[in-house]
């Protein structure tokens, strides 16, 4: 018989508080197997992780029990005492007291205590047919694929740079820099977003453990945890940049305009560009789309003009191949199409309706009025300026449930910035709540306030043309009436959402993503930038809307996890993965396609029975690196080959017998 310790923790008031915790302990006590049985204020703790190991020395106790909180919190916690004391860290099972029991059943303290009873015996029960398990050894590849070259990951990239892993960072943009380098200013100190941004963007370039593919896409991505195979799509430029100089004859030349995207539409740009005059690299590519020559086969002036003859019109799409140990997923955010949702502020007919992202490049001094915030329909300056807040934020019918938590600040920054621009100037705020979250944050809020900026706490129900005014109607709620402005220009704060295209993202590196697109961490608070697939981490706006600080300390957090990874020449795997019986395996392969993680994959034996020749047939077979134990192809596994190490059918019965029983 084993003999089995039973450890009940108090979890100071969040268990102890409903449950009986002494009476329980004695109950397990006379549980079949069990040799030794306590409770303890605090089992997590060190005395309480001591008083765990103490015991299994004194008692030689070969299982254990901890009936605590959930083992996503504390399992490993609890594993490391085991292996401190000898024992192999497998032979745990935990009873999750707290989340199941006491905070769910905390107005039925008796029926609580009943169910706790049930839940240590079931504990108990498949404790006692837990048998070692030994984690696998891989290697580890001490390299870095970044995905997305905004600030996130900019920062994550240098940082694991500087720590002397090579990293590759894809952007599938002509230059890196993403959302941050079109802002004028940020906030609460109003720094210059270029002097901050563009610094760091030539030290990517110019980084010698850093390999830069830009208007590029990550196409697949294969293998597991320190051995992942990527391949990376180049897509044709047209523009041979080994060739190139950058010295700007073939856009200066080039007769086509078409709206310029970095501009937010204000403006144009050339069919052959860069997209600012910052970019790394500084290297034009042309625009297929709009460009003559791959439209009706005329023009090609930039050809004729380079200096260089990097102008390649033949290019191709090309495909490399590299491989990494470790994988960053930063691929930012976009903002909410309102012209889709939100027919009554016009679906995007009035041009003077603009967006926070076209307002900062109407300040911007690099764009497309020079710094001076001009009326896009006239070009007038603009004397009375409504900003409209949480337009697709916080709004479940047409947009998004979710607060994207800077439009407070940066529609503050942007009313100081009109009121300092434009003299004799009025901004007008239509608001919900206003959220200051950060550092400095709520001072710059009242700064805004006592600039002169005008709050209306109400929503905006209509905006429409009236002559070359735009007329906005809504409601101060504080007042308790309608509210009408005459508005040269109204800017929209528009809601965050994640990047187009991160689900294809999410798909190959094997991540899930929320209800809102937002790619899903493995645990908000004690694994913020992991995700459930071993070697994936995520940093920046594509695991949730945040601020500038936010995301550059979400992707120190991650290059931090990617360097204490790459820092292991082999590392090791889960036990608790599924392993195949071949014996009764089939061969039919259903486990193959449920497996979320790829990790199933066939493999031909050869099978030699007494008396009959050879023959090959057919099995599954998991690869050990990419499983996580998820139990998928346990479920679809018909003649019952698969089953996870831990997690097996004898064990899950037992459970259920000392339940029912």
Same mark, same amino acid.
């Given at each position: 018989?084993?003999?089995?310790?039973?450890?009940?923790?108090?979890?100071?008031?969040?268990?102890?508080?409903?449950?009986?915790?002494?009476?329980?302990?004695?109950?397990?006590?006379?549980?079949?197997?069990?040799?030794?049985?306590?409770?303890?204020?605090?089992?997590?703790?060190?005395?309480?992780?001591?008083?765990?190991?103490?015991?299994?020395?004194?008692?030689?106790?070969?299982?254990?029990?901890?009936?605590?909180?959930?083992?996503?919190?504390?399992?490993?916690?609890?594993?490391?005492?085991?292996?401190?004391?000898?024992?192999?860290?497998?032979?745990?099972?935990?009873?999750?007291?707290?989340?199941?029991?006491?905070?769910?059943?905390?107005?039925?303290?008796?029926?609580?205590?009943?169910?706790?009873?049930?839940?240590?015996?079931?504990?108990?029960?498949?404790?006692?047919?837990?048998?070692?398990?030994?984690?696998?050894?891989?290697?580890?590849?001490?390299?870095?694929?970044?995905?997305?070259?905004?600030?996130?990951?900019?920062?994550?990239?240098?940082?694991?740079?500087?720590?002397?892993?090579?990293?590759?960072?894809?952007?599938?943009?002509?230059?890196?820099?993403?959302?941050?380098?079109?802002?004028?200013?940020?906030?609460?100190?109003?720094?210059?977003?270029?002097?901050?941004?563009?610094?760091?963007?030539?030290?990517?370039?110019?980084?010698?453990?850093i390999k830069l593919y830009t208007y590029a896409e990550v196409a697949e991505i294969g293998g597991y945890i320190g051995n992942f195979k990527v391949?990376?799509?180049?897509?044709?430029?047209?523009?041979?940049?080994?060739?190139?100089?950058?010295?700007?004859?073939?856009?200066?030349?080039?007769?086509?305009?078409?709206?310029?995207?970095?501009?937010?539409?204000?403006?144009?740009?050339?069919?052959?560009?860069?997209?600012?005059?910052?970019?790394?690299?500084?290297?034009?590519?042309?625009?297929?789309?709009?460009?003559?020559?791959?439209?009706?086969?005329?023009?090609?002036?930039?050809?004729?003009?380079?200096?260089?003859?990097?102008?390649?019109?033949?290019?191709?799409?090309?495909?490399?191949?590299?491989?990494?140990?470790?994988?960053?997923?930063?691929?930012?955010?976009?903002?909410?199409?309102?012209?889709?949702?939100?027919?009554?502020?016009?679906?995007?007919?009035?041009?003077?309706?603009?967006?926070?992202?076209?307002?900062?490049?109407?300040?911007?001094?690099?764009?497309?009025?020079?710094?001076?915030?001009?009326?896009?329909?006239?070009?007038?300056?603009?004397?009375?300026?409504?900003?409209?807040?949480?337009?697709?934020?916080?709004?479940?019918?047409?947009?998004?449930?979710?607060?994207?938590?800077?439009?407070?600040?940066?529609?503050?920054?942007?009313?100081?910035?009109?009121?300092?621009?434009?003299?004799?100037?009025?901004?007008?705020?239509?608001?919900?709540?206003?959220?200051?979250?950060?550092?400095?944050?709520?001072?710059?809020?009242?700064?805004?306030?006592?600039?002169?900026?005008?709050?209306?706490?109400?929503?905006?129900?209509?905006?429409?043309?009236?002559?070359?005014?735009?007329?906005?109607?809504?409601?101060?709620?504080?007042?308790?009436?309608?509210?009408?402005?005459?508005?040269?220009?109204?800017?929209?704060?528009?809601?965050?959402?994640?990047?187009?295209?991160?689900?294809?993202?999410?798909?190959?590196?094997?991540?899930?993503?929320?209800?809102?697109?937002?790619?899903?961490?493995?645990?908000?608070?004690?694994?913020?930038?992991?995700?459930?697939?071993?070697?994936?981490?995520?940093?920046?706006?594509?695991?949730?809307?945040?601020?500038?600080?936010?995301?550059?300390?979400?992707?120190?957090?991650?290059?931090?996890?990617?360097?204490?990874?790459?820092?292991?020449?082999?590392?090791?795997?889960?036990?608790?993965?599924?392993?195949? #019986?071949?014996? !009764? +395996?089939? @061969? &039919?392969?259903? *486990?193959?396609?449920? /497996?979320?993680?790829? %990790? $199933?994959?066939? =493999?031909?034996?050869?099978?030699?029975?007494?008396?009959?020749?050879?023959?090959?047939?057919?099995?599954?077979?998991? #690869?050990?690196? !990419? +499983?996580? @134990? &998820?139990?998928? *192809?346990?479920?679809? /596994?018909?003649?019952? %080959? $698969?089953?996870? =190490?831990?997690?097996?059918?004898?064990?899950?019965?037992?459970?259920v017998d000392a339940i029912c029983l």
């Amino acid at each position: 018989m084993p003999r089995i310790g039973v450890f009940v923790c108090w979890c100071g008031s969040n268990i102890g508080g409903v449950l009986d915790c002494p009476q329980l302990a004695r109950e397990a006590a006379s549980f079949p197997g069990v040799v030794y049985s306590v409770d303890y204020k605090y089992m997590c703790s060190e005395p309480g992780q001591n008083l765990i190991i103490e015991a299994i020395k004194e008692h030689r106790l070969d299982r254990v029990v901890v009936a605590s909180c959930s083992p996503r919190l504390h399992e490993e916690t609890f594993r490391k005492a085991l292996a401190r004391a000898g024992l192999n860290p497998y032979l745990l099972e935990m009873a999750n007291l707290r989340e199941h029991c006491s905070w769910v059943h905390a107005k039925e303290p008796e029926k609580a205590q009943v169910k706790a009873v049930d839940l240590v015996r079931r504990a108990v029960a498949k404790a006692a047919l837990l048998q070692p398990l030994v984690s696998s050894q891989i290697p580890v590849t001490k390299r870095c694929l970044v995905i997305g070259g905004g600030i996130a990951g900019i920062q994550c990239a240098l940082d694991i740079a500087d720590a002397g892993h090579e990293v590759i960072l894809v952007e599938r943009e002509p230059t890196i820099g993403g959302n941050m380098v079109k802002l004028d200013k940020t906030f609460p100190t109003l720094d210059c977003s270029a002097c901050i941004s563009t610094p760091k963007m030539v030290a990517v370039a110019s980084h010698p453990n850093i390999k830069l593919y830009t208007y590029a896409e990550v196409a697949e991505i294969g293998g597991y945890i320190g051995n992942f195979k990527v391949k990376i799509k180049q897509k044709a430029r047209y523009v041979d940049h080994d060739k190139c100089t950058g010295c700007g004859t073939c856009w200066e030349k080039c007769p086509s305009k078409v709206p310029d995207d970095f501009n937010g539409g204000l403006g144009t740009r050339k069919a052959i560009y860069i997209p600012f005059p910052q970019a790394v690299p500084n290297k034009p590519v042309i625009d297929a789309n709009h460009c003559r020559v791959f439209n009706n086969k005329k023009c090609r002036v930039c050809e004729k003009l380079c200096p260089t003859g990097a102008i390649d019109y033949e290019q191709q799409d090309t495909f490399i191949d590299e491989e990494v140990g470790a994988i960053v997923v930063a691929t930012g955010y976009e903002l909410f199409d309102w012209t889709k949702a939100y027919g009554e502020y016009g679906y995007g007919m009035y041009p003077d309706v603009i967006t926070g992202l076209q307002f900062e490049r109407l300040v911007n001094a690099a764009g497309p009025t020079g710094g001076k915030i001009k009326r896009p329909s006239d070009g007038k300056e603009p004397k009375t300026v409504v900003f409209v807040k949480c337009v697709g934020s916080r709004d479940e019918a047409k947009g998004k449930s979710y607060c994207s938590r800077v439009c407070c600040m940066y529609t503050a920054k942007h009313a100081h910035q009109l009121l300092e621009k434009v003299p004799d100037s009025q901004a007008y705020i239509f608001y919900m709540d206003v959220r200051t979250p950060g550092k400095g944050y709520e001072e710059f809020y009242q700064r805004t306030v006592q600039d002169g900026a005008i709050y209306v706490r109400g929503r905006v129900s209509k905006i429409y043309q009236s002559g070359d005014k735009l007329v906005v109607r809504g409601a101060d709620t504080l007042l308790g009436r309608p509210v009408e402005v005459k508005a040269d220009m109204v800017v929209l704060a528009t809601a965050m959402q994640p990047a187009a295209g991160v689900e294809t993202t999410a798909r190959l590196v094997g991540a899930p993503v929320d209800q809102d697109g937002f790619i899903q961490e493995a645990h908000p608070k004690l694994r913020p930038v992991e995700t459930h697939t071993a070697g994936v981490y995520v940093a920046g706006c594509c695991q949730g809307p945040k601020d500038i600080p936010d995301t550059v300390a979400q992707a120190s957090g991650a290059a931090a996890k990617v360097v204490g990874l790459l820092s292991h020449s082999k590392m090791s795997t889960s036990a608790m993965i599924s392993t195949v #019986n071949e014996a !009764l +395996c089939t @061969g &039919c392969m259903l *486990c193959e396609p449920v /497996c979320p993680y790829k %990790a $199933i994959e066939p =493999k031909v034996i050869t099978e030699r029975l007494p008396g009959q020749p050879p023959r090959e047939r057919t099995v599954a077979a998991v #690869n050990s690196g !990419l +499983c996580q @134990g &998820c139990g998928c *192809c346990n479920v679809a /596994c018909r003649p019952g %080959a $698969i089953q996870v =190490k831990g997690f097996t059918n004898e064990q899950m019965l037992a459970e259920v017998d000392a339940i029912c029983l």
